[in-house]
């Protein structure tokens, strides 16, 4: 393994903690913050799901079962940078910052059984606005500045196997949690008054589980021999209630005082994931997506919140990897991606529901065998100025390295 | 070429985490976070009904640490002070002393002077005792009715001016004293007691013995060798104590008192719980009112005074080391006491303190008017800013 990437991806997660813009709206404000569906640049540049794509070449997130496929230990990281330019009636703006978003490893365990184990630390939602607003009082000037952050992460563990008839089954234990962190804070820049923050910090943490199917080939129904690989996948997200706590604080220069502490649970629905992909060639992939989860149900303290809804995303897919050669240029070894997806969000605002679209792109650079870095871009539109609502422009810069050693691959029997 | 691209990629994606470049912070999607919005809140004793009381009182204090010594009469004070100095010998000034060798031929006592209250033209002076019983730095007004002190006045010769005072003092005691400051057999004296005449209508303020050690009262003493040498000799002062009696005056009602020197104090209470649980202090500002027919200030009057902090609101000594100082302005002292307010809203509310500034140095007297004065635009006014919740 090149020691030099490694070092870069260190060096990374020591500066990732200095950016601490802001990444996203006001809309994260709702629920627990917006739906993260994948780490990985490979699935940002195919519209993020990909249920049913099974690779040996790269850890799937989403489906447990999609790991049966895996020839070598993989390790993969990855970050973005997220270019906002958000609008209102009134103003617009841009924001931009950077963000590690995850990592996952791992190691197959038996190919003829489609036995891996994997696990990882990836982000579940994000919560990530900065509103600032100038005001006056009496001739003096303040600043109210509003501020949100954090998110829920899942850390995850499982593996995969193939029954007979080759379907694949996975499952992975799950452990979400966090800190979502609303702040509201005022300064007097011009004067020597006493600045005063509110935070209202939740803690939310629980376990869930995820479990997975990849179909059969179903490619003979087609009788041709220029499609395989035909498979239906699906996978299904189960949350306990998880417990809630808050902590609401006020605080000035030199002293916190608490002002309220509470636990709770909260109860997340489930999320369901269907999709069909196929390959045509031997090269060129197409994957179609649902995923379903119904916000609407989520609760705190056994109360519905408002501002939610059901929300829905449909994503197709495609991939272009070329076949394996030898003498195959650098150029030659390059893997293309496209996609588009259109979300009903789960965020309802002034009886406006927020939908998003979203064009995607990427490819995969061979660093060296085995090994690849992988970049998307995904170019996203969601929400609107009617209602007085938001609009976000955003375009992201998706960025990961995968790792495929042979570590502790033993020869299969 | 291939490992030239990634390297250039991988410097892309480093700086990529390194610089976020983004527009100020905007308004924007202010209004869905109506759950979390604060506001600025402004109140005031006037205008919101702040319940208030204020009183005074005297508080019986030692000078002994003070840095000026008080010496006159003017309205309702009286300033007397006690000094013993230093009779620091050489040796063969001992032996001279010891075998009666040596004459006091002349003795003069310099105070200078740093501070006046009450009329430069106004009559003064005072008369100098020899002190026959023991005292300390500890001397106050209640010690003064035990003070036992010869009834002569043993100064004449005084020069009196706005700079400098200085008198001389009987050769004859002043020979006993360096008798006994050779013999260890002889008792030490103990000082002299200056008080002022009835005539007095002023006060002058003198240099204390403090770290300074600078024009502090000094005592040259003219000797005489017969047929070997005269000299003079200057011995600094060793301790010194001022004292200042007096009542409080008559005032009006609605007003209260801050006085130096005698000490009155002011104590001022406001009821704050008007401001709800969950707000965050961000300002106060304390505005007074003087009322200037019944204020005696000096010619050399720093208008300032200093409000504290109270502890313990059944003990006005509970004095906490926060203090704010109210400057003086067109008949106004005013001071920012956002740590006060902050501490009352989060701690306990026990009100505050009124002093003069330096009231061990001073006599100044001010007249505020209180929170039981009929105007309110005149009664201490107390300005809060503070942020809540919406």
């Known amino acids: 393994m090149k020691i030099v990437p490694v070092i870069l991806i260190l060096v990374l997660l020591v500066f990732e903690n200095q950016n601490f813009a802001q990444n996203s709206s006001a809309y994260t404000r709702f ?4 739906i993260e569906y994948s780490f990985s640049a490979r699935r940002a540049g195919m519209g993020q799901l990909g249920i049913s794509v099974a690779d040996g070449d790269f850890i799937n997130t989403l489906n447990p079962a999609g ?4 020839n070598r230990t993989r390790i993969e990281f990855s970050m973005y940078y997220n270019g906002l330019y958000l609008s209102d009636n009134n103003s617009k703006g841009y924001l931009g910052e950077a963000e590690f978003s995850g990592f ?7 190919y003829q059984y489609g036995i891996s184990a994997a696990a990882g630390i990836v982000p579940f939602t994000n919560v990530s606005y900065l509103v600032e607003q100038e005001n006056q009082l009496d001739g003096n000037s303040y600043t109210t500045t509003y501020e949100g952050a954090g998110g829920l992460t ?3 563990v499982g593996t995969s196997y193939r029954l007979p008839f080759d379907l694949v089954i996975g499952a992975s234990f799950d452990y979400y949690f966090g800190n979502l962190y609303y702040r509201a804070g005022i300064d007097f820049p011009a004067t020597n008054s006493l600045s005063a923050k509110y935070e209202n910090k939740q803690s939310p943490q629980g376990f869930g589980g995820t479990f997975g199917f990849v179909g059969p080939d179903m490619s003979g129904i087609f009788n041709s021999q220029t499609i395989t690989d035909f498979r239906l996948g699906g996978s299904a997200s189960y949350f306990s209630k998880m417990d809630f706590d808050t902590v609401f604080t006020s605080s000035t220069a030199t002293l916190v005082d608490t002002l309220f502490i509470g636990k709770t649970q909260i109860e997340i629905p489930p999320r369901i994931i269907a999709g069909i992909s196929t390959i045509f060639s031997n090269q060129y992939l197409i994957s179609f997506d649902y995923s379903f989860q119904n916000w609407q149900n989520y609760k705190v303290g056994g109360l519905n919140r408002h501002n939610l809804r059901d929300a829905n995303k449909i994503s197709a897919g495609f991939e272009y990897r070329p076949l394996r050669e030898l003498g195959s240029t650098f150029w030659e070894q390059i893997i293309w991606r496209a996609g588009l997806s259109f979300e009903k969000t789960q965020y309802i605002v002034n009886n406006e529901g927020v939908n998003q679209v979203s064009f995607a792109g ?8 085995e090994n690849t870095l992988d970049i998307g871009v995904q170019y996203s539109i969601k929400g609107t100025t009617a209602s007085n609502l938001l609009k976000e422009n955003s375009i992201r810069l998706n960025f990961g390295i995968s790792f495929g050693e042979t570590w502790f691959i033993r020869p299969e029997n | 070429m291939q490992k030239n691209i990634v390297k250039v990629l991988f410097f892309i994606i480093i700086s990529f985490s390194l610089f976020n470049c983004a527009d100020p912070p905007k308004s924007i999607g202010l209004g869905l976070l109506d759950s979390d919005l604060i506001n600025v809140v402004k109140i005031n004793s006037k205008d919101d009904s702040l319940y208030q009381t204020s009183s005074y009182y005297k508080k019986q204090v030692q000078l002994g640490t003070a840095e000026r010594l008080l010496l006159g009469k003017k309205h309702n004070v009286e300033a007397s002070l006690l000094l013993q100095f ?6 063969s000034i001992k032996e001279d002393l010891l075998n009666n060798n040596l004459n006091v031929i002349s003795a003069n006592i310099e105070m200078s002077q740093n501070y006046l209250f009450g009329d430069s033209l106004a009559a003064f002076d005072f008369t100098t005792h020899k002190i026959n019983s023991d005292w300390s730095i500890n001397f106050d007004a209640d010690s003064l009715p035990f003070l036992d002190y010869d009834i002569e006045d043993v100064a004449a010769g005084k020069l009196i001016n706005d700079s400098v005072t200085s008198f001389n003092i009987s050769n004859q005691l002043i020979q006993s004293w360096l008798l006994a400051a050779a013999d260890e057999n002889i008792p030490r004296d103990k000082g002299i007691y200056l008080k002022p005449t009835g005539e007095t209508d002023k006060v002058r303020g003198y240099q204390a013995l403090t770290i300074t050690f600078s024009n502090l009262p000094v005592i040259r003493v003219g000797i005489e060798k017969p047929g070997v040498y005269t000299d003079t000799l200057t011995f600094n002062i060793n301790v010194d104590v001022g004292v200042v009696k007096g009542d409080i005056p008559v005032i009006s009602d609605e007003n209260i008192l801050v006085q130096g020197g005698l000490v009155i ?5 406001f009821d704050i719980s008007k401001i709800p649980r969950t707000a965050v202090i961000n300002n106060a500002e304390l505005v007074l009112t003087i009322d200037s027919t019944e204020s005696v200030l000096g010619p050399d009057a720093i208008q300032l005074l200093q409000a504290v902090y109270l502890l313990d609101s059944t003990n006005t000594d509970s004095l906490s080391v926060l203090v704010s100082t109210l400057s003086s ?3 106004k002292l005013q001071s920012n006491i956002t740590s006060f307010v902050y501490r009352w809203f989060t701690d306990a509310n026990h009100g505050l303190i009124l002093r003069v500034f330096e009231q061990l140095n001073t006599l100044e007297l001010f007249s505020i008017r209180g929170s039981s004065a009929i105007d309110p635009s005149v009664k201490p006014y107390l300005e809060i800013t503070y942020t809540n919740i919406k």
């Open chain 1, 31 to 34: 629920g627990l913050g917006d």
């Open chain 1, 67 to 70: 790991w049966y496929k895996l």
């Open chain 1, 104 to 110: 996952a490893v791992a190691f197959p365990i038996s």
């Open chain 1, 154 to 156: 899942k850390a995850f």
């Open chain 1, 362 to 369: 990427g490819l995969s650079l061979p660093i060296s065998f």
């Open chain 2, 86 to 91: 230093n009779f620091n010998l050489p040796d």
């Open chain 2, 265 to 269: 104090n002011s104590r001022l209470f």
């Open chain 2, 329 to 331: 302005s067109e008949g």
